[in-house]
């Protein structure tokens, strides 16, 4: 390996040793504390556009394995590691971490003092990055002259409708940068399942009959997506069971005139508390989110708060009072992460078995 170095907006240098691919890359870079799932979490399109420092000391000793995608191409703009593994006994893997960075035109740099990187993201927020070969003056020139998309859900999710099939529920899945972990739970539940391309109707929507209706995760701020897609959450929420997930719950939220606020700092990582209200239930779940829900622009005669972060009190789930429909920011597929907060899947599934209530 050879030196390399990542660049911060705010004119910070880091050291040390590249691997993978050998691009010159940019990005906004956030920080991730999970300790396991690291395939997971690169292959995540949440992370579009984005360089992921990873808190925990070693990275790749389980190798990359068709068991852990959760998109069939990263797009990801770089991995930072304190220590990277290149040997693996997976008896799963068919390449290791740097094989498949390399494949897939990421670069990557390992040696760097993760702890004080992420002390100094934690203080100074979301900035721009590169990880570059010589960190001087035309290296941070290109930085700052360098415009990141905000199209992100458009690089990324489906640009047409395909089937998961299944002979149980009848489950629509709008796509916005789906993880495979939703599908995977929908599959375990035997659900019958169409994914829609995010500027879809409710038109097309609703000639599918669904039983309900899932608005999935995906990249960037839902502010920038077309105000059709808000209009499509209003329109879906009063005529089928509903449930938006990451940045589906941002965009139910902003379609029941709640107002989103940028995180301090974003929250990746795989245990982070959170309460459920109603029952004072603690789960400990992945999350990967760069907004939050603003408290005092929530309309509680149309919203109820469901679960709340134990950390920061950011709110991390909403239910409509008047029809089936309710969001959670958190993940609830446990790819990667603990399980417990796949009771939102099964919620959901309760809803849709007994929407003729409603």
């Known amino acids: 390996m050879s030196k390399r170095y990542l660049i911060l907006a705010d004119g910070s240098i880091f050291e040390g ?43 790749g000793a389980g190798g990359i394995n068709h068991d852990a995608y959760e998109s069939i191409m990263p797009t990801a703009k770089g991995v930072i590691v304190r220590d990277v593994a290149e040997v693996s006994t997976n008896r799963q ?39 570059v070969d010589f960190p001087d003056e035309h290296a941070f ?122 995180l301090p700092f974003e929250h990746h990582g795989t245990n982070h508390p959170v309460k459920e209200v109603i029952t004072n239930a603690v789960l400990y779940v992945p999350q990967g989110a760069g907004y939050a829900i603003d408290p005092a622009s929530i309309n509680h005669d149309q919203l109820i708060v469901t679960h709340l972060d134990l950390i920061d009190d950011s709110i991390q789930g909403l239910r409509h009072r008047d029809y089936p429909a309710f969001s959670v920011a958190f993940f609830p597929d446990s790819a990667p992460g603990p399980l417990e907060g796949t009771t939102v899947i099964d919620e959901f599934f309760d809803m849709m078995e007994t929407k003729d209530r409603f």
């Open 17 to 59: 040793e590249g691997f993978g691919s050998r691009a010159t890359t940019f990005g906004h870079i956030v920080f991730n504390t999970a300790m396991t799932g690291y395939q997971e979490i690169i292959t995540n399109q949440i992370y579009h556009n984005q360089i992921i420092v990873f808190g925990a000391p070693t990275i």
């Open 93 to 131: 893997k068919r390449m290791n971490l740097n094989e498949y960075l390399d494949y897939h035109n990421i670069p990557g740099i390992a040696g760097l003092d993760t702890r004080a990187l992420i002390r100094h993201l934690r203080k100074t927020g979301p900035q721009k990055a590169s990880i």
């Open 141 to 262: 020139d290109q930085l700052n002259a360098t415009v990141l998309t905000n199209q992100q859900v458009a690089a990324v999710a489906t640009p047409r409708a395909y089937p998961n099939p299944g002979t149980g529920s009848t489950v629509v899945v709008i796509d916005f940068g789906l993880k495979h972990g939703i599908l995977r739970q929908l599959s375990q539940r035997d659900a019958d399942v169409t994914v829609l391309p995010y500027k879809t109707d409710a038109e097309a929507v609703l000639s599918l009959d669904p039983d309900g209706v899932i608005f999935s995760t995906g990249p960037g701020d839902p502010r920038d997506l077309p105000a059709s897609v808000i209009e499509l959450m209003r329109e879906l929420q009063t005529r089928v069971p509903l449930l938006g997930i990451g940045l589906g719950h941002e965009i139910f939220a902003l379609a029941n005139n709640a107002q989103l606020i940028q």
